[in-house]
């Protein structure tokens, strides 16, 4: 019951920075932990960030600490994911998630809803 669409994905210079959304319809926001998720081409799917329903604890892949920053504002139902410091390597779609529990997971497999998933390409 909750649709996930994640926007502002583009190509962006390498050191350069990008700013994620994710808007949810169809269910209040506050009630579920959220994660974002990247694949590269040929790649299989890895943990990004995470936060609980609040947003008072939030855990990030050791690859972006530091760089990225994963927030929430529950009145507007909507994640993000600040990207600073991109690398090239950082290059994927990147895919929001919804999960119904207190408690955040790294794993894509105990996520109930998904978004489209957005591009971000870095350039070198």
């Known amino acids: 019951q909750v649709q996930l669409v994640e926007s502002g994905g583009g190509l962006v210079q390498a050191g350069g920075s990008l700013r994620l959304s994710c808007e949810a319809s169809?269910?209040?926001?506050?009630?579920?932990?959220m994660g974002w998720f990247r694949q590269a081409p040929g790649k299989e799917r890895e943990f990004v960030a995470a936060?609980?329903?609040?947003?008072?604890?939030?855990y990030y892949a050791d690859s972006v600490k530091g760089r990225f920053i994963i927030s929430r504002d529950n009145a507007k139902n909507t994640v993000y994911l600040q990207m600073n410091s991109l690398k090239p390597e950082d290059t994927a779609v990147y895919y929001c998630?919804?999960?119904?529990?207190?408690?955040?997971?790294?794993?894509?497999?105990?996520?109930?809803?998904w978004g489209q998933g957005t591009q971000v390409t870095v350039s070198s």
């Open positions: 998630a919804a999960r119904y529990s207190s408690t955040v997971s790294y794993s894509g497999n105990y996520y109930d809803y």
């Open positions: 169809g269910r209040t926001l506050s009630t579920y932990a």
């Open positions: 936060i609980t329903r609040s947003g008072g604890s939030t």
